[in-house]
């Protein structure tokens, strides 16, 4: 089968692998579309954690470069291994996938403790090995996949991973209806948020922070209260004319530059929150003594664990809509790095989110 293989920075080839076949407690799935996520981008440029680097086999999968790439998939079942509950998981159903894996062991805190996605050496399925959703098909264990609702299409299927990123980020922010936020960085993460935010309070304000027109374009369009070009104005005081002199209840770094995380920090409310939902390339700097006057809450968010049926729920209810409005091109995989990779790279203000078709 056809399968886009990560060997290091700057090469990824698409090349014909071994086809999968469903172990115990396995289901084989063929994959509709998959979606190019942020942090693919940044190992197609440079060495990250979490995708392997050399000869070093990941601690998890045992796995080393190459590996096939894709954790942002959807497909359809065609067949179940030994041990699968088939009046669950059925040929022709189709589901996604939750590629967060963890060690699962009695002696780790995250992982006993019901935080598995903090678990020291958690990898995902697409990036830290176990195959990927740029292939043709894949065999994934069944703790692993959710079914799609009859009334979800499988292209936005694949763009239930980095929803469920942000639907972590608002309940981790307690973020609560009636409140106000801000989301700095109009990116694929910072729509999504703005998604969710609109699904737990659809008249909520929200203000979103974002240097480019059309990402502020594209914000508005799916329902921002305000925009703020913080190239042209100060976002910190925008936003208190925006709120009275209040500032927000909680505000979103999607973009981590010191920039963001200052004015984060300036515009939240008094002990409001502020929930840093981007990978950083660089260390930044806080003023503590903002945090200590102002008394406020500052978290990390890290993907999701295990809230993927609650947000398939919200979707097939029609508290999200529109996704399918952030898909902004289909490529085929023999295309996957011109049409793809690189365009994202040269041109990541005019798209959101680039699904793959194997």
């Known amino acids: 089968m056809k399968a886009a293989r990560l060997y290091g920075p700057g090469d990824i080839r698409v ?32 060495t990250v954690p979490k995708y392997p680097q050399g000869t070093t086999p ?33 040929v022709g159903q189709n589901i996604v996938v939750e590629p967060l894996v963890s060690c699962m062991k009695s002696s780790c805190p995250s992982c006993s403790s019901g935080s598995r996605n903090l678990c020291p050496i958690h990898n995902f399925i697409g990036i830290g090995g176990w195959g990927g959703g740029l292939a043709e098909y894949i065999a994934v264990d069944t703790q692993y996949i959710h079914a799609l609702p009859n009334n979800i299409p499988l ?16 309940k981790r922010s307690r973020f609560a209806k009636g409140q106000s936020a801000l989301v700095l960085g109009a990116g694929p993460i910072g729509l999504f948020l703005l998604k969710v ?10 203000i979103v922070s974002e240097p480019t027109v059309l990402r502020r374009q594209s914000a508005i369009k799916h329902g921002a209260t305000h925009v703020i070009d913080p190239t042209h104005s100060n976002v910190e005081e925008s936003v208190m004319k925006l709120t009275g002199g209040v500032g927000v209840d909680v ?52 993907s999701y664990d295990r809230i993927h049926p609650e947000l398939l729920e919200a979707l097939a209810s029609g508290k999200i809509t529109g996704v399918e409005q ?27 989110k680039i699904l793959i078709h194997p």
Not at 27 to 42: E, L, M, P, R, T
Not at 60 to 82: A, D, K, M, R
Not at 155 to 170: F, K, M, N, R, Y
Not at 200 to 206: G, K, M, Q, R, V
């Open 15 to 46: 090349e014909q692998v071994e086809e999968p076949v469903a172990g115990k407690g396995q289901v084989k799935v063929k994959i509709a579309w998959n979606g190019i996520c942020g942090s693919d981008i940044h190992a197609f440029l440079t």
């Open 251 to 302: 505000a979103f770094d999607a973009a981590g530059v010191q920039a963001t995380m200052v004015a984060a920090i300036e515009s939240v409310r008094t002990r409001g929150t502020v929930a840093n939902v981007a990978i950083w390339e660089k260390t930044a700097m806080i003023d503590i003594n903002r945090l200590v006057m102002k008394e406020i809450f500052i978290t990390g968010i890290a």
């Open 197 to 206: 935010l609109l699904a737990f309070d659809p008249n909520a304000l929200i």
């Open 326 to 352: 952030l898909i902004t091109r289909k490529v085929a995989i023999e295309d996957v790095v011109e049409k793809g990779f690189l365009t994202l790279v040269n041109d990541k203000d005019t798209q959101v």
């Open 58 to 90: 990941d601690p998890l999968s045992g796995e080393s470069l190459p590996v096939t790439l894709g954790h942002e998939f959807s497909g359809t079942i065609i067949s179940v291994g030994p041990g699968v509950d088939e009046h669950k998981w059925a």
């Open 155 to 170: 292209d936005v299927g694949a763009c239930v991973e980095p929803l469920a990123v942000a639907w972590h980020s608002v």
